[in-house]
């Protein structure tokens, strides 16, 4: 028996329309030709014209709560709960493709007094179409299900091949070629390898800089504060699709060549990838810090180069002594120990060797004054576009006051309630932030002397240091942890950038050198900026 319906005139119409994609948009099942169809079943119903058409361009998968517009029918229908609904499909296929949640639907047009009419199927209320029309959406599930896995598979295929099969990174585009679609750099792809290469070279010390290039260059879109794109930029940095290869580990895609160019060759990329691994002060901070062992994780082994480990031994009697020693399986130095006073005297002798001349500090008081420079236009860019934000927001604030209020229809008013809401939030938050006055004065004063009497005398601030703020000084003296040798202690340090630039001076060539300013220090192939500002600046 099929479902009893109530005369036309006593119930309202809505058309429902769903495509899977945007290429079905434009194609024979794209939307406009569903409604077409939805429309001319109603006029040879006899219905009247639709109240209102729904469309749905998400993949009929899983909930259909996940679809925007059918989410958005039912809450139409709830809201209009005083009327009775029919809600017109084209296909069967449009309603749901998974089972339990196709049951799940017509549940919830059931409790709502909505019916369902498809223009290729009769919903019956009977055990026999109950049982047919689950054989159906178990047919339209299975179909789904085996089109997604071989989709996935050529994917995969394509993959394996060494081809991009999804949506080309930001610089790339897709192509048509003989080989089928191959990403190609664009002009972005261009001035994305450009800013790859200068951070690879030291020409943008930091990640911040390299932002700033990219979004003058145009690579970041919109206005937003700088701070919003590190992520992005720290994301382009370590995908190795910009260096010609691909990986893809959900799919245990291992890395490979790609077939596409790269806009910097793989080089550049691991070196890129070790200026982020490099264990700069803040990231070199252990969690397990002891007041005895302040050079715990900062001392490695000669022989395989792993952290040495420290520990207390006792004696037979109960007495403790401490010692270093190399744990790595299968070192041949595996538990050859070191006491602690060969380790902490040694570390202070060479860090008394690093006491640059009286003439050569200022140097440091230039720099340091051209960083603070830097990181006070960082301040102040960073608040101009915050102004700038905050008054593009409460103009958009104004315009959907205005338009929730002109409108009397009540989806639409409900959507502009809920953006007014996270515009003024958004717009609280901002005016929070511009409204808290900061004094930069004093931060000044005391970085400066921090960093002027490091400079001056290392061991003595080392001394007076905590255990976490020599974790975190240690790399103001040195580049890399010390390698300590049985026989002759310590190996020749990699001194940092700062104690290379003094190396430079002293060796008879600072006619040459250029004084001050953060360029220099980076031509020295390390991070003076970054390492500056790390343990100074706190960024």
């Known amino acids: 028996m099929k479902l009893q319906r109530m005369k036309a005139e006593n119930k309202n119409v809505i058309i429902y329309c769903r495509v899977s994609s945007k290429k079905q948009e434009l194609e024979g099942t794209g939307l406009e030709s569903q409604e077409t169809r939805c429309r001319q079943y109603c006029v040879n119903k006899g219905y009247s014209e639709p109240e209102v058409v729904f469309r749905d361009s998400a993949s009929g998968g899983g909930d259909f709560m996940q679809r925007?517009?059918?989410?958005?029918?039912?809450?139409?229908?709830?809201?209009?709960?005083?009327?009775?609904?029919?809600?017109?499909f084209d296909d069967l296929k449009r309603f749901a493709?998974?089972?339990?949640?196709?049951?799940?639907?017509?549940?919830?047009?059931?409790?709502?007094?909505?019916?369902?009419?498809?223009?290729?199927?009769?919903?019956?209320?009977?055990?026999?179409?109950?049982?047919?029309?689950?054989?159906?959406?178990?047919?339209?599930?299975?179909?789904?299900?085996?089109?997604?896995?071989?989709?996935?598979?050529?994917?995969?295929?394509?993959?394996?091949?060494?081809?991009?099969a999804f949506h080309a990174p930001i610089g790339y585009e897709m192509r048509k070629t003989i080989d089928g679609k191959v990403a190609l750099a664009t002009e972005l792809g261009l001035a994305i390898g450009e800013g790859l290469e200068g951070f690879a070279s030291g020409r943008f010390p930091t990640q911040v800089s390299l932002a700033v290039f990219w979004k003058d260059a145009g690579v970041f879109k919109g206005k937003q504060i700088l701070e919003k794109y590190i992520d992005s930029t720290k994301s382009i940095i370590k995908n190795p699709f910009y260096a010609g290869m691909i990986e893809y580990a959900k799919w245990d895609v291992t890395r490979r060549q790609g077939r596409h160019k790269g806009v910097i060759d793989e080089q550049v990329f691991y070196q890129n990838q070790k200026r982020l691994e490099k264990e700069y002060?803040?990231?070199?901070?252990?969690?397990?810090?002891?007041d005895d062992f302040p050079l715990r994780g900062l001392v490695e082994c000669e022989a395989c180069n792993g952290k040495m480990t420290?520990?207390?031994?006792?004696?037979?009697?109960?007495?403790?002594?401490?010692?270093?020693?190399?744990?790595?399986?299968?070192c041949e130095l595996r538990s050859k120990t070191v006491p602690l006073n060969a380790i902490d005297d040694g570390f202070e002798s060479l860090c008394k060797s690093y006491k640059p001349k009286e003439k050569l500090v200022s140097i440091v008081g230039d720099m340091f004054e051209d960083l603070w420079k830097v990181e006070m236009k960082k301040v102040s860019f960073s608040?101009?576009?915050?102004?700038?934000?905050?008054?593009?927001?409460?103009?958009?604030?104004?315009?959907?006051t205005d338009a929730s209020i002109d409108t009397d229809n009540l989806i639409l008013k409900k959507q502009y309630v809920k953006r007014l809401e996270e515009k003024s939030l958004k717009l609280e938050a901002l005016l929070a932030d511009l409204a808290s006055e900061l004094t930069y004065d004093e931060p000044y004063r005391t970085s400066f002397k921090k960093i002027n009497g490091m400079v001056k005398s290392p061991?003595?601030?080392?001394?007076?240091?905590?255990?976490?703020?020599k974790q975190e000084l240690f790399f103001?003296?040195?580049?890399?942890?010390?390698?300590?040798?049985?026989?002759?202690?310590?190996?020749?340090?990699?001194?940092?950038?700062?104690?290379?630039?003094?190396?430079?001076?002293?060796?008879?060539?600072?006619?040459?050198?250029?004084?001050?300013?953060?360029?220099?220090?980076?031509?020295?192939?390390?991070?003076?900026?970054?390492?500056?500002?790390?343990?100074?600046?706190?960024?």
């Open 68 to 88: 925007p517009a059918m989410s958005a029918l039912l809450k139409y229908i709830d809201d209009n709960a005083h009327n009775e609904y029919i809600v017109v």
């Open 97 to 164: 493709r998974d089972v339990e949640f196709h049951i799940k639907l017509r549940a919830k047009f059931k409790s709502n007094n909505v019916t369902p009419e498809c223009l290729n199927f009769n919903f019956e209320e009977t055990p026999e179409g109950y049982y047919v029309e689950t054989i159906l959406a178990a047919g339209a599930e299975l179909e789904r299900t085996q089109n997604r896995r071989q989709v996935i598979q050529k994917q995969k295929a394509r993959l394996d091949n060494g081809f991009w």
């Open 281 to 290: 002060p803040n990231k070199f901070v252990r969690q397990d810090l002891h």
């Open 310 to 330: 420290a520990y207390y031994s006792k004696s037979k009697t109960g007495k403790k002594y401490p010692y270093y020693a190399c744990q790595r399986k299968g």
């Open 383 to 400: 608040q101009t576009e915050m102004r700038i934000e905050s008054g593009n927001l409460e103009a958009e604030v104004g315009k959907l």
């Open 459 to 469: 061991y003595s601030i080392w001394e007076k240091a905590t255990t976490k703020q």
């Open 476 to 539: 103001f003296m040195f580049a890399e942890p010390l390698v300590y040798e049985l026989e002759m202690g310590y190996r020749t340090p990699e001194k940092s950038c700062l104690y290379k630039l003094f190396d430079q001076f002293e060796s008879g060539n600072s006619v040459d050198v250029e004084m001050a300013g953060v360029e220099p220090a980076s031509e020295l192939g390390c991070d003076c900026a970054s390492t500056v500002c790390s343990l100074f600046f706190g960024i």
